[in-house]
């Protein structure tokens, strides 16, 4: 069965620039999460999509943005990077339109700021 | 606010034992409970979920958890572990299905042989 797919898988950013996370979310599902997950730390809430819309906001910092498009695809857009932005950025999925889901995650895409 | 507390950091295993894995949460309605399990460097894998009906949930690999609600707990559980299951395990609660998910701090497990 398709999973979340996510790119890049890893990515090394110095400190100061601009990252673009990207998600392509299972087939037919319409929500799209991220989550931030520092060293030895749980995963952490950063904001959510449904419909092309922001439904959720965690502990997003203002220098990050969000978007779903029209294919339902996610970006995650990070500038002015800093060290402790490195972290494995989890994207996940789910479907509220076919009632009670679940939340899929892909496999996470490793950023490195150095 | 909902919250997630795994209280064992860290919990060695011999191979083919028991495990038992807890998990608390702190929610007011009836939560949406989750365990997640994650290999180094690899993403989250669903093991069971947690919505309603039967409070004891059976998952893949051979895991199972137990709703308690006069507990508040749902604790994750192996009879006989193997050495593939080391890794580490995340507890989770959402306020809906589809929501947003808390997560515990995550227990680590190792398996001796």
């Known amino acids: 069965a398709a999973g979340v797919i996510q790119s890049p898988r890893h990515l090394i950013k110095e400190k100061r620039e601009t990252a673009t996370l990207k998600c392509y979310p299972i087939?037919?599902?319409?929500?799209v999460y991220w989550y931030q997950q520092g060293p030895g730390q749980d995963p952490q809430f950063l904001i959510s999509?449904?419909?092309?819309?922001?439904?959720d906001k965690g502990s997003i910092p203002d220098r990050f943005s969000a978007q779903q498009f029209s294919d339902y695809h996610s970006e995650l857009n990070m500038s002015s990077l800093e060290l402790g932005d490195s972290a494995l950025y989890f994207c996940?999925?789910?479907?509220?339109?076919?009632?009670?889901?679940?939340?899929?995650f892909g496999e996470g895409s490793w950023l490195t700021v150095v | 606010a909902q919250s997630v507390t795994q209280p064992d950091i860290h919990i060695t295993v011999s191979e083919g034992a028991s495990l038992e894995l807890r998990c608390n949460y702190s929610?007011?309605?009836?939560?949406?409970l989750f365990w997640y399990v994650q290999s180094p460097g690899q993403g989250l894998q669903l093991l069971l979920k947690?919505?309603?009906?039967?409070?004891l949930v059976q998952g893949i690999k051979g895991f199972e958890a137990e709703f308690k609600r006069s507990q508040s707990s749902f604790n994750l559980r192996k009879p006989s572990v193997h050495w593939s299951d080391a890794a580490e395990y995340f507890c989770a609660v959402g306020a809906d299905a589809g929501n947003m998910l808390t997560f515990g701090g995550g227990t680590r497990l190792m398996v001796k042989p």
């Open positions: 947690y919505f309603s009906g039967d409070t």
């Open positions: 999509f449904y419909e092309k819309m922001q439904s």
């Open positions: 087939p037919r599902h319409d929500t």
């Open positions: 929610y007011g309605a009836t939560p949406y």
């Open positions: 996940a999925s789910s479907s509220l339109g076919q009632g009670r889901n679940t939340i899929y």
